[in-house]
C-alpha cells in the first residue's frame, strides 16, 4: 500500500514512500512528520538520543578565525 506524497522524516531525514514506513500516534494513527524508526505509539524511540522529545539542533557561536 503506497502513501499520497513522499515524506522525509522530521527527526532522521529518511525517506517514507510506504504506509509502513511513517510512524504512530498514542490513538494509532499515522504520524506523517515522523518515520516508524523514530517515532511509535506517540513517543520518540530510543536511538542513542534523549527520549520523549525531539533532539534540537545544536547552534553555537561563529568563532572567529585570524588569518
Do not use: Q, W
Not at 504520524?31 to 523514530?38: D, I, K, L, M, R
Amino acid at each position: 500500500m503506497k502513501a499520497l506524497a513522499s515524506n522525509i522524516c522530521e527527526n532522521c531525514g529518511r525517506p517514507m514512500h510506504h504506509l509502513y514506513d511513517f510512524g504512530t500516534n498514542k490513538d494509532g494513527t499515522i504520524n506523517t512528520e515522523y518515520c516508524h524508526s523514530c517515532y511509535v505509539r506517540g513517543k520518540f524511540v530510543n536511538h542513542g538520543k534523549a527520549v520523549g522529545r525531539r533532539p534540537r539542533k545544536k547552534v553555537g557561536k561563529k568563532r572567529e578565525v585570524a588569518l
